[in-house]
């Protein structure tokens, strides 16, 4: 079986329009209209982490990976990215598409009747719309990283009709294998990103939260080695 969870605390997405596909969300520059989407490259800047407002109701800020500090707010029908003191209009709500998965309404949580859309091809042909739903309100999240866990039988004894007990001894490989002599430092965002998709699938086969950042830690580590190296320990 395989578990797959997507988490929004603390991740950070590409965040896709369903109508124009390969227009992704992003930022350019640090003039409050130095934003929209863009449809030739995948870029870092259309990295946006979702940081939970703190008060338990749904609603994130949303802040550029590359531009730190920076964050999509909306007046009314004006949207811009905005570095200055945090205000209710640099909050949003996402709402899942009923059979669409991963696809979400991106409400904004002080103009309530606000979503953003994108009515053009256009990088600028976006912004916040409060009139009817159309498809082009919808937007996908694809995380940063993804995780997943399989789980396999290995074996399996039916002794309901016995009457001893089976002793079993079953030992347990778990590593990792680096195949590349390039380091890369993980930044505070990408390790909160590399969690919260690991918190994900551990919580939904649960085995333990604590076992998303041992993994991290770990996979930081090795990320971080200039040498091709593999670690494994069997108990």
């Known amino acids: 079986a395989t578990a797959t969870a997507l988490v929004l605390d603390d991740n950070s997405f590409t965040i896709s329009n369903y109508v124009y596909r390969q227009a ?3 930022q350019w520059g640090k003039n409050g ?3 929209g989407t863009f449809e030739r490259g995948l870029y870092k800047d259309q990295l946006w982490r979702l940081r939970p407002s703190g008060h338990n109701d749904g609603c994130y800020y949303m802040e550029n990976v590359v531009h730190k500090g920076y964050r999509l707010a909306a007046h009314g029908d004006n949207t811009f990215v905005y570095s200055g003191n945090y205000y209710a209009d640099q909050l949003w709500r996402f709402e899942e598409h009923s059979t669409r998965k991963n696809f979400f309404y991106i409400h904004n949580c002080h103009h309530k009747n606000h979503r953003l859309a994108k009515w053009g091809h256009g990088d ?4 916040t719309y409060s009139g009817p739903r159309y498809d082009d309100q919808l937007w996908e999240l694809s995380p940063q990283y993804s995780a997943k866990i399989i789980t396999a039988e290995v074996k399996s004894f039916d002794n309901r009709q016995g009457m001893f007990d089976i002793p079993i001894e079953v030992k347990v490989t778990k590593g990792f294998k680096k ?5 890369t430092k993980m930044t ?3 390790k909160l990103a590399m969690e919260a998709s690991l918190s994900g699938v551990v919580k939904a086969v ?9 993994l991290t830690n770990t996979l930081e580590k090795y990320t971080s080695s200039t040498t091709e190296e593999s670690w494994t320990e069997t108990e």
């Open 24 to 26: 992704r969300i992003a």
């Open 33 to 35: 209209h130095d934003w």
């Open 124 to 127: 600028g042909d976006v912004g």
């Open 179 to 183: 195949t590349s002599t390039t380091s």
């Open 188 to 190: 505070t965002s990408s």
């Open 206 to 214: 649960n085995i333990g939260v604590t076992i998303s950042a041992e």
